[in-house]
């Protein structure tokens, strides 16, 4: 009992000294930045810091922790969890639709898992090419939202050239030739596209949560297809359009 006693009492005596000597970081960080920090947030930086740290490199973690904020950022699993049960409450039609639209990007990888047992690079061009033809249509509602002169959303040229992208990103991965990289791209245009609808305030509740669902699903099935592709034996050499390969054959040829 008497040590548990004296070792209280010295972390309190330690707690203490190292409160009085943040006093002058915050008298320094007034000083250049002309913001007032609590004897409280110094205590708490002066206990959580490393006491091997000199002088101005304590200055300079108080400054940066001082102008970071104080409110940590939500995880994303965290986010999706608390966003996405909203879309129960959206209109049977978007939500019968939207999830019967998760079948052509779940198809493709369990039919080369269960049916095929093997990669197949065609069946794995036409998942990436629906995925193309899903993120144009993602870009077509901000411009739906943009167009009516009393709409929500400016037809400025943020909204407008953000409605673009898109199709173009779509498009540009389509044509790389080989469906590993074009199922890629397709995945980091769908989850772009739901960043960006994310900071869109004016589209309903159901719709950020249907959105984020829709997302997450199509995501995962065409990274589970990557996956398959690292995994499995191939059926065949990787697909090429007509055009890409003729090209091709030609430059080898000169």
């Not at 707690?15 to 970081?25: E, G």
């Not at 609590?38 to 708490?44: T, W």
């Not at 059926?235 to 000169?254: F, M, T």
Request: charged share 15%.
């Amino acid at each position: 009992m008497l040590q548990l006693g004296a070792r209280c009492l010295g972390s309190n005596i330690m707690l203490q000294c190292k409160a009085r000597s943040a006093v002058p970081l915050i008298n320094s960080l007034n000083g250049h930045q002309k913001c007032q920090v609590s004897v409280h947030q110094a205590r708490l930086f002066s206990v959580t810091s490393n006491l091997n740290l000199d002088y101005k490199d304590q200055i300079k973690q108080l400054k940066k922790a001082v102008s970071s904020g104080t409110e940590p950022v939500k995880p994303l699993i965290s986010f999706l969890k608390a966003e996405i049960p909203s879309y129960k409450s959206a209109p049977d039609a978007a939500k019968y639709l939207g999830l019967g639209g998760l079948v052509p990007f779940v198809l493709p990888p369990l039919h080369c898992l269960f049916i095929l047992h093997m990669y197949d690079p065609n069946i794995a061009y036409l998942q990436a090419l629906y995925g193309g033809c899903i993120l144009s249509f993602l870009g077509g509602v901000r411009w739906g939202f943009s167009l009516p002169s009393n709409g929500p959303l400016k037809p400025d040229f943020n909204n407008l050239s953000i409605s673009v992208a898109p199709p173009l990103i779509a498009w540009g991965g389509l044509m790389l030739g080989s469906p590993g990289l074009s199922i890629f791209v397709t995945m980091c245009g769908l989850s772009g596209a739901a960043y960006l609808d994310s900071k869109v305030k004016a589209y309903p509740k159901w719709y950020h949560g249907l959105r984020y669902l829709l997302t997450v699903g199509a995501v995962s099935s065409l990274f589970l297809t990557l996956v398959l592709k690292a995994l499995l034996k191939s059926k065949d050499q990787e697909y090429l359009p007509e055009g890409v390969a003729e090209a091709i054959r030609k430059a080898r040829q000169s």
